[in-house]
């Protein structure tokens, strides 16, 4: 079945610290997105990236970086300089390159945690 | 500033007793309106896109429809399986990019 596949499930982040989240999507999807979930507030986007090779911020985007090297993977590096992350990290893809009002499909996220 | 408000925060429900949650939304450049449904612990799941207003979509005890400032997530004789956080997302242009603006969500109960 397709779909979008986050990995870990569960993260630990020690103090100063660089961690990478994964999302990897076999839907064959050009449009790929980071939101961060926190209790009480909508999702935030963080990056997102329309085409391979190229990504733009989105509203949260200081304290993370991203790359996007193939189209079916957009891993997302949580930097020592993000000093609140503790949250709910979302991977999402939509066809076409986020243009064609097509909706979001997310995957089942990542919950990452200081130690 | 764009804005997307959904209430009540949470709500419960008695099994088979219908009611509607709400959306509403200050956005310019208004492209669509996205209903997601999100499980603890779990990503969101895709459930309608409403374009215009007017617009109504169905599956099974769920209903969506949209106005020019708000849309209502019906739900008729829920059952306990329907207990999740739904999202409302409204679909926007801005400079030549497309985004998603996310509501807080309404948590829904629904007691057997």
């Known amino acids: 079945d397709g779909g979008i596949t986050q990995s870990p499930k569960y993260l630990f982040r020690k103090e100063g610290q660089n961690v990478t989240l994964s999302c990897e999507q076999n839907l064959n999807h050009d449009a790929m997105y980071w939101y961060r979930q926190d209790p009480g507030q909508g999702l935030r986007l963080i990056y997102y990236?329309?085409?391979?090779?190229?990504?733009q911020k989105g509203d949260i985007a200081e304290g993370y970086s991203v790359s996007r090297e193939k189209k079916e993977s957009f891993p997302l590096t949580v930097t020592s300089a993000q000093k609140n992350p503790t949250a709910f990290y979302l991977c999402a893809s939509t066809k076409g390159g986020g243009r064609d009002n097509q909706p979001q499909h997310f995957g089942d996220g990542t919950r990452l945690s200081i130690l | 500033e764009d804005q997307v408000t959904q209430s009540p925060e949470a709500l419960r429900l008695q099994e088979g007793e219908s009611s509607s949650l709400n959306c509403s939304y200050t956005?310019?450049?208004?492209?669509?309106l996205f209903w997601y449904r999100q499980d603890p612990g779990k990503g969101p799941e895709f459930l309608f896109t409403l374009y215009s207003a007017g617009e109504e979509k169905e599956k099974e005890r769920l209903k969506a429809t949209l106005t020019k400032k708000e849309s209502f997530l019906h739900i008729t004789a829920p059952k306990p399986e329907d207990s999740a956080t739904y999202l409302c997302a409204v679909h926007r242009t801005q400079g030549g990019s497309e985004k998603l603006v996310f509501g807080k969500g309404t948590k829904l109960t629904v007691n057997p």
């Open positions: 956005v310019s450049g208004l492209r669509g």
């Open positions: 990236s329309q085409i391979v090779n190229d990504f």
